[in-house]
């Protein structure tokens, strides 16, 4: 027995040094943003162009990703994120699901603007159907400036796609060390590095390449959502517009918006999503039109309770739960793609 035992340690020491353990493939799909901006000159952190710098110059300029994956690159656009449109967001999400569904890509990497990275990731958290690691990333300062923050992002969003505990567990966004679900991160400041938040705290943290986990998500989201991108014929969503709640303001935003066609205006009110009194009745309204009215927040935590300060259930009107309005606003897009009832949207709200 001792002697087969040893045998068997010989034989696997011999083998171990010519084992190499296959690394998992990962593709960036660059679209631009600041991660791929260039400035003037070194001192240059807030000054310069965005989505300047193509995908090759990007991988090339972290050699070090290729230890943790193999890591390929296609550029989808190259863009300012506040300038992405449905156009952009469907044919991005195309793209990811088409990569996804090849069984020799292990995970995918998006590098984008910080404008709008949180409503691409939540929108790929809807719409991609795939168990595998979606990690949108973006950085603060361009390549070219002192102190860049988009190569160690960049490090660690391959790390995260790259590691198998992150499969199933919805889309992330990563910034600055911090691992976020895309349903509930935002952009909280818009000038240093530590700049996305999520109310409800990261899911865990990528320190020098290894991901330390600390919470799931329990929403919706990949694999089990309901919204199949394949059905969403063109390059356009059910349109939803916001319109930001304030003392005094008008009513002409809302009809001005339903008479462009929106499907759904989502209000970004005061506290609880409230609403002005003297803004009710437009509101009712347009409910009564078709078009579907709901209550998000300008303020940016907590969340919208439902029949409290206003009678949701009498008005026909939906809460977007703890959804901020540009959340609000695609996931309402997705809904009207399924349905026009408003109680089944307040279902989607809660659920997602
Ligand atoms: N305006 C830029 C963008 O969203 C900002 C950034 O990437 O940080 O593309």
Redo the contacts with the bound molecule.
């Keep these: 027995m001792k002697k087969t035992v040893t045998a068997l340690t010989l034989a696997l020491g011999m083998l171990i040094p010519f084992t190499t353990f296959a690394k998992n493939n990962v593709v960036v799909v660059a679209t631009?943003?600041?991660?791929a901006?260039a400035g003037a000159s070194s001192t240059n952190s807030a000054t310069y162009t965005?989505?300047k710098v193509p995908v090759d110059a990007l991988l090339n300029a972290v050699p070090q990703i290729q230890n943790l994956a193999n890591v390929t690159g296609v550029q989808a656009m190259q863009?300012?994120?506040?300038?992405i449109t449905d156009k952009e967001l469907l044919s991005l999400a195309r793209q990811v699901n088409d990569l996804l569904k090849k069984p020799d890509v292990n995970g995918v990497v998006i590098t984008?603007?910080?404008?709008?990275?949180e409503e691409t990731a939540f929108f790929l958290n809807l719409v991609v159907h795939s168990d595998k690691p979606i990690v949108v990333v973006?950085?603060?300062r361009p390549g070219t400036a002192l102190s860049a923050d988009g190569p160690l992002n960049l490090y660690s969003a391959v790390a995260l796609a790259a590691d198998d505990s992150a499969k199933g567990k919805g889309t992330f966004v990563l910034m600055n060390d911090d691992i976020f679900s895309a349903r509930d991160v935002t952009k909280a400041i818009n000038i240093h590095t530590n700049?996305f938040a999520s109310q409800w705290g990261a899911l865990g943290s990528l320190i020098e390449g290894k991901t330390y986990w600390f919470r799931n998500t329990s929403k919706r989201h990949n694999k089990n959502s309901e919204f199949n991108i394949e059905n969403i014929q063109g390059d356009s969503l059910p349109l939803v517009q916001i319109v930001y709640g304030s003392g005094n303001m008008l009513p002409d935003a809302y009809t001005a918006y339903a008479k462009a066609g929106a499907k759904a205006i989502i209000h970004a009110g005061t506290g609880n999503g409230s609403v002005a009194n003297y803004i009710v009745p437009t509101l009712n309204q347009l409910q009564q039109q078709g078009v579907q009215i709901i209550r998000s927040s300008r303020v940016p935590q907590g969340f919208v309770l439902r029949n409290a300060e206003q009678p949701d259930d009498k008005y026909g009107w939906v809460v977007a739960h703890d959804l901020n309005p540009q959340k609000a606003k695609l996931l309402a897009a997705l809904a009207l793609t399924k349905t026009k009832d408003a109680k089944e949207i307040q279902r989607i709200f809660w659920d997602y």
């Design positions: 631009g943003g600041t991660i901006g965005a989505a863009v300012a994120s506040e300038s984008h603007g910080t404008d709008t990275l973006g950085s603060m700049a």
